[in-house]
């Protein structure tokens, strides 16, 4: 699995643990419910549950590319909340529905413990030249 620095980034600030990384694109994080990820209310943020998901998109786009040579940015990126929940952890699955030269697009789903749905969205990916 190739390693990402996540030291003083959002991913360590949210708690976010990457499982795995898959040859063909597929990214699987887990982010607990907790004082770092949860709305006023006491519920998961779905501010976090995007990030998350951007988050395991961004880094499945990024194993599928040279990083030498080429970067890769969320370019936009839309969720529907589906369950709410108040502790716990979910898992993040972000699979590549388009892999194309410039650009891909991915699908991530989140769910809880018992695989019910909390959250899908999906994410376009800028994948960008290095300037030399």
């Keep these: 699995m190739q390693t990402f620095n996540m030291k003083n980034t959002l991913m360590e600030s949210l708690g976010i643990q ?34 998350l998901a951007e988050t395991v998109a961004s880094l499945g786009a990024a194993s599928l590319v040279d990083l030498k040579t080429q970067a890769v940015f969320g370019q936009e990126i839309n969720a529907n909340h589906i ?16 892999k194309g030269r410039t650009s891909m697009v991915y699908e991530t789903k989140i769910v809880d413990e018992e695989e019910n749905l909390i959250s899908i969205s999906r994410c376009t990916i800028a994948v960008v030249n290095k300037r030399k």
Excluded: N, W
């Design 18 to 51: 990457i499982k795995e990384v898959k040859k063909d694109g597929t990214c699987i994080a887990t982010m607990p419910v907790d004082s770092r990820t949860k709305q006023p209310f006491g519920y998961l943020h779905g501010g976090a549950s995007v990030a």
């Design 83 to 98: 369950r709410s929940k108040k502790d716990g952890m979910v898992t993040a699955i972000a699979s590549v529905i388009h």
